[in-house]
């Protein structure tokens, strides 16, 4: 969700917004519903070349981590920033890989950032006011995937790092009501 979140916020800031998803459902929700400019299928034979002809980055959000960000890190413009927020293909990696294109940012002045939601406490109700104004004004679109039942918690899990949910992964335990006491 806090990738699809920086794509409709980078949209609604005027910016050109490329996505990288995993499925061509994922990439189609990206650019009919959210409105990003072009969505990569990172699956795609086709990838690293579609990407090279969108031209150079001035920012970069990362949550990925690995091949993705090592190639992403070629295609920079000078000045640009990379803002590492997650690196899930690296998680269950024995030896994480390690990047080979980081020198670029020496050649093109740019600079990578890690991004940790808790350091700005202070702002929340600041991104709560901007948030909840692009949901109330459909600026902001939501997609869940529920999963019902906590006995399919393995089977969600499994399915948050094999990029097997579009949408915010959501695991239903409950339908709401309250058993009474018999």
């Known amino acids: 969700m806090r ?6 916020t980078g949209k609604r800031l005027g910016c050109k917004v490329i996505a990288i998803a995993g499925s061509p459902d994922k990439c189609e929700w990206l650019e009919t ?7 990569l299928n990172y699956k795609s034979p086709t990838f690293h070349a579609e990407w090279k002809a969108l ?3 001035d920012v970069f959000f990362d949550n ?3 091949d993705i960000l090592d190639f992403a890190l070629t295609r920079l413009n000078r ?3 990379v803002v590492l927020c997650g690196a899930i293909s690296q998680y269950n990696a024995a030896k ?3 990047l080979t294109a980081y020198i670029n940012l020496i050649a093109q002045r740019a600079s990578i950032t890690g991004f940790v939601v808790f350091d700005f406490v202070a702002r929340y109700h600041e991104a709560v006011a901007d948030i909840g104004a692009g949901v109330a004004d459909g600026s902001i679109k939501r997609k869940f995937h529920i999963v019902d039942g906590l006995a399919q918690a393995p089977e969600a899990l499994t399915m948050l790092f094999a990029g097997g949910n579009t949408g915010k ?5 409950s339908d709401g009501s ?3 006491p018999q």
């Open 3 to 8: 990738a699809s979140i920086v794509c409709v």
């Open 33 to 39: 519903d959210l409105g990003v400019d072009k969505a």
């Open 55 to 57: 031209g150079y980055l």
């Open 64 to 66: 990925v981590g690995g």
């Open 79 to 81: 000045g640009a920033r």
């Open 96 to 98: 994480p890989a390690g």
């Open 169 to 173: 992964l959501v695991l239903r335990v």
């Open 178 to 180: 309250i058993a009474k």
